[in-house]
């Protein structure tokens, strides 16, 4: 069998070969030299500032039919992790409690240990929702108008309660809907922000 290069042929690819293996070590080489520079410094880290939490504390008393408040129970305390708006609390039944000496509770908050700012009557329930922060404020202002009566639904697939007026206004609505008239007439809502 005949070999398919000639001897120039073969000393031709063996150069080759070495010129490429001579071009990969230097760059193998140039990428070490510039990995070896100085990395720039790591910039420090700012500090993070301490969260604006706050310690709430909470105390029950329990107040039979004739008024009579009892002491204060038990102090507890809750620290926050995160903005908590609203905490529920929840009580086992007083032993003073019976059918004919019905008690009503009485729930108190505040920022600093034995001084409430804040009562939740609880009434006769074994649980309370105790809001520690108002509400957002949603600063919306919705008039609705209309030529006929004015019909509200939480959706546009109803059911629809009649409002007793032709225009309304609401300032933050606490719920979302959707308005409308008597067949035939024309409704305006207009929102402000």
Do not use: H
Not at 106 to 135: D, M
Not at 177 to 186: Q, S, Y
Request: hydrophobic share 40%.
């Amino acid at each position: 069998m005949r070999d398919p290069f000639t001897f120039e042929e073969r000393v031709a690819l063996w150069v080759l070969a070495v010129l490429l293996a001579c071009v990969a070590v230097a760059f193998v080489f140039a990428a070490n030299q510039a990995g070896a520079a100085e990395a720039p410094p790591v910039p420090k880290a700012m500090p993070t500032p301490a969260p604006n939490y706050r310690t709430w504390f909470f105390a029950a008393t329990a107040k039979d039919k004739d008024g009579l408040e009892s002491d204060f129970s038990d102090e507890l305390s809750l620290t926050e992790t995160s903005r908590i708006a609203t905490v529920t609390l929840a009580w086992d039944q007083s032993v003073s409690w019976s059918p004919s000496n019905p008690l009503t509770y009485r729930v108190y908050c505040g920022g600093k240990s034995r001084t409430y700012t804040n009562i939740v009557e609880a009434g006769t329930n074994l649980t309370a929702q105790v809001r520690l922060r108002p509400p957002r404020l949603t600063n919306w202002v919705v008039t609705v108008t209309g030529t006929g009566g004015l019909w509200f639904a939480q959706s546009t697939c109803g059911p629809w309660e009649a409002m007793s007026a032709t225009s309304m206004v609401l300032t933050n609505p606490q719920r979302s809907g959707f308005w409308r008239t008597e067949t035939g007439r024309v409704a305006i809502a207009k929102e402000v922000l």
